[in-house]
């Protein structure tokens, strides 16, 4: 079975940037659509942006838009996610995800549709 670990978090501040990485160990890295959530202490896990399999097409949470941008590379079974611009409230952990083909559907916005998680990496962002 595939396994995600995500690595990068740190303690920045405001202003500054920090990438994450989530490192895929597994067959078919390349078929799966990932995507990249948060959740901060008494908060709801959060959409962040999602990315497609293979054409690159992105989706990002309407907080982050313009200052996180989501990739991967396929022939690394990584995927990444460039924050600038970070704001206290940016200050959660950061949980890579993968929606794998035969397993749940629907939006890229919703928990549901993801079918493996990582264990998460902290960002905190100083003010």
């Known amino acids: 079975q595939v396994q995600l670990v995500e690595s990068g978090g740190g303690l920045v501040q405001a202003g500054g940037s920090l990438r994450l990485s989530c490192a895929a160990s597994g067959r078919t890295f390349s078929s799966y659509a990932m995507g990249w959530f948060r959740q901060a202490p008494g908060k709801e896990r959060e959409f962040v942006a999602a990315i497609s399999s293979s054409r690159g097409g992105t989706l990002y949470a309407d907080s982050v838009r313009g200052r996180f941008t989501i990739s991967r590379d396929n022939a690394k079974d990584t995927m990444y996610l460039q924050m600038n611009s970070l704001k206290p409230e940016d200050t959660a952990v950061y949980i890579c995800?993968?929606?794998?083909?035969?397993?749940?559907?629907?939006?890229?916005?919703?928990?549901?549709?993801?079918?493996?998680w990582g264990q998460g990496t902290q960002v905190t962002v100083s003010s």
């Open positions: 995800a993968a929606d794998i083909p035969g397993g749940n559907s629907g939006s890229w916005y919703y928990r549901s549709t993801y079918d493996l």
